[in-house]
């Protein structure tokens, strides 16, 4: 019998699967929902300002069950105005949300949770959270036992940081886009470079951006043999785990990596792809490796008319630069080798001296015209 543990690692693999193109994301809701009895899983989202659900993702659902719901049900579902009320990223039981005994007695529970799914309560996690819009994976079980449900519900918290981070890189164009472009055209538009490495540290594939990380020679370049050189010496480390083939569950890395001397940062996520026995056998692991400048491209070519313009100190512009780049202030402290409420403090004097309030208000400002 598989351990909770165990299956946690699958449903991660799956998670960069699905983003990567190794398999698809109704892969890998199928195998959410096996992991609940009887469980219907959905991967879907909230407007709070439409009554009507958006579910492009589903798993166990009926066409009719899920047109009921997203047509009607969604706006008298008694968990969803609640889901502002909970941390992002914390998987909860509906129980936890709503009570069980106010739940029975809803027109959601009796005629649609119960009566057309067949099922008692629901386990979820809010993976996103947006000013009018919630991005939920959410499971309905026909089981009613707390302790399994919050078995189930500990797992979401594991899981959700995965899924934050690979619909980072997605909703950069369009979530849910039927239509999006190539998973090179998608990296390279946000500036990623993407490589998939074998175990011997041979490049299998690569996009655009990689191959301008390569010619700049960090954080990764190609040496004299044609091996792929990680200038990160936990790095390098954790590739080695990940591509073991003594060691096929290795969790995703993430790590923040600096030139010396330079003014250049990157984060690196290394995953190891799920591919079948076989093809292990045959060629070895590969591991997807993910080099994201820590400052986007569009906002250095702002850097020169932010010094001029502004009344920032040179480390204001790089601490504002890269926060507008999506980073936490955490990260930015890793990355500018500052402490945490030193890059705080600078924060609140570039708020300050651009008149703006928010890491979103200040991405604007940047990117505007």
């Known amino acids: 019998m598989q351990q909770p543990a165990d299956v946690s690692v699958q449903l991660i ?44 993702y589903m798993s166990g659902f009926s066409a009719g069950e899920v047109e009921t719901f997203s047509s009607h049900f969604a706006s008298v579902n008694p968990w969803i105005p609640r889901m502002g009320l909970v941390p992002v990223g914390r998987g909860l039981c509906g129980d936890e949300i709503f009570t069980r005994n106010n739940l029975v007695r809803t027109e959601f529970y009796n005629d649609w949770l119960k009566r057309q799914a067949g099922c008692e309560t629901s386990i979820g996690v809010s993976i996103i959270r947006e000013k009018a819009r919630t991005f939920i994976l959410s499971t309905a079980t026909s089981s009613a036992d707390p302790e399994r449900n919050r078995e189930a519900a500990e797992r979401y918290t594991v899981l959700a940081p995965h899924l934050r981070r690979a619909f980072d890189f997605i909703r950069k164009r369009d979530l849910f886009a039927p239509d999006n472009q190539s998973l090179k055209t998608l990296f390279d538009s946000i500036g990623a470079g993407l490589f998939y490495v074998s175990e011997k540290k041979r490049l299998r594939w690569s996009n655009n951006t990689a191959a301008q990380i390569l010619a700049a020679g960090f954080p990764l370049h190609m040496t004299t043999g044609g091996r792929l050189d990680i200038r990160c010496q936990k790095s390098a480390a954790a590739f080695e785990r990940l591509a073991s083939r003594n060691d096929g569950q290795c969790e995703p890395y993430t790590a923040i990596v600096q030139a010396d001397g330079a003014d250049s940062s990157y984060r690196l996520t290394m995953v190891r792809i799920q591919s079948s026995a076989f093809t292990e056998f045959m060629e070895g692991p590969t591991v997807a490796i993910i080099a994201e400048p820590m400052v986007a491209a569009p906002l250095k070519d702002r850097r020169s008319a932010l ?54 208000a200040l991405a604007a400002l940047l990117l505007g015209s």
């Open 307 to 360: 010094m001029e313009t502004s009344k920032l100190t040179v480390t204001e512009i790089k601490v504002a630069l890269s926060v507008a780049s999506g980073n936490t202030p955490r990260e930015v402290a890793t990355a500018c080798q500052m402490h945490y409420e030193t890059v705080r403090t600078h924060l609140r004097s570039i708020y300050s001296k651009l008149g703006v309030n928010s890491q979103v």
């Open 13 to 56: 693999d799956m998670i960069y699967a699905s983003l990567f193109g190794e398999c698809g994301w109704q892969d890998f809701l199928d195998a959410v929902a096996k992991t609940s009895p009887d469980g219907k899983a959905a991967l879907h989202y909230h407007d709070l300002a439409s009554p009507v659900a958006h579910v492009p």
